[in-house]
């Protein structure tokens, strides 16, 4: 079946530490994002990439880092400047055109 | 430039009743419009769009919205509330032709009261 898979669904990082966060997608879809979700603030975007080797920061990009080597992978780093990194991730596909997104099932990262 | 606002960040119903949830939107450009839903710990999946043509959309599980430009509104409304339909849902909005990025609302939490 296509779909997205993030991973991993939990993850635990310590302060000072660089994380990064899967997304891979077979849905053959160009464009990809990354979303944050914070309790009472909706989602807010990080980074979103249209095409391959390619991207662009979203509204809170400090701290985070992406790459789009692949038109299946948009990787997520949450680096050690990111001062609140605790937050579900969320990643997302869209096809062109279509204006409607699809979205992976979450990681879920806490600093401890 | 796009915006969403999300009237009422809680609301619960009884089983069986009214589900009407409220989004207002802001567009300089005629709109892509959307609604998700969100389990605990789990992905938005979407339940209806509109893009052009009938105002009136129906989606998922029953659930259905309605397109008014004069209000800049786009409502969620079932008639009957389930048990299952207690989760977030989320309003969110982009540019024509859909090549935009998707700008959300803040939430809305729907508890059902048995």
């Known amino acids: 079946d296509g779909g997205i898979t993030q991973s991993p669904k939990y993850l635990f990082r310590k302060e000072g530490q660089n994380v990064t966060l899967s997304c891979e997608q077979n849905?053959?879809?160009?464009?990809m994002y990354w979303y944050r979700q914070d309790p009472g603030q909706g989602l807010r975007l990080i980074y979103y990439?249209?095409?391959?080797?390619?991207?662009q920061k979203g509204d809170i990009a400090e701290g985070y880092s992406v790459s789009r080597e692949k038109k299946e992978s948009f990787p997520l780093t949450v680096t050690s400047a990111q001062k609140n990194p605790t937050a579900f991730y969320l990643c997302?596909?869209?096809?062109?055109?279509?204006?409607?997104?699809?979205f992976g099932s979450g990681t879920r990262l806490t600093v401890v | 430039a796009q915006s969403v606002t999300q009237l009422g960040s809680h609301v619960s119903v009884s089983e069986g009743a009214l589900v009407l949830l409220r989004c207002n939107y802001s567009?300089?450009?005629?709109?892509?419009l959307f609604w998700y839903v969100q389990y605990p710990n789990q992905g938005l999946q979407l339940l209806l769009k509109?893009?052009?043509?009938?105002?009136l959309v129906k989606g998922i599980n029953g659930f259905e919205a309605e397109f008014k430009k004069s209000e800049t509104s786009f409502h969620l409304t079932k008639p009957s509330a389930h048990m299952s339909d207690a989760a977030e849902y989320f309003c969110?909005?982009?540019?024509?032709?859909?090549?935009?990025?998707?700008?959300f609302g803040t939430g809305t939490r729907l508890t059902i009261i048995p």
């Open positions: 997302a596909t869209r096809k062109t055109g279509t204006g409607g997104y699809t």
């Open positions: 509109y893009t052009t043509g009938a105002t």
């Open positions: 849905l053959n879809h160009d464009a």
């Open positions: 990439s249209q095409i391959v080797n390619d991207f």
């Open positions: 969110a909005v982009s540019g024509k032709d859909g090549n935009e990025k998707l700008t």
């Open positions: 567009s300089s450009v005629p709109p892509y």
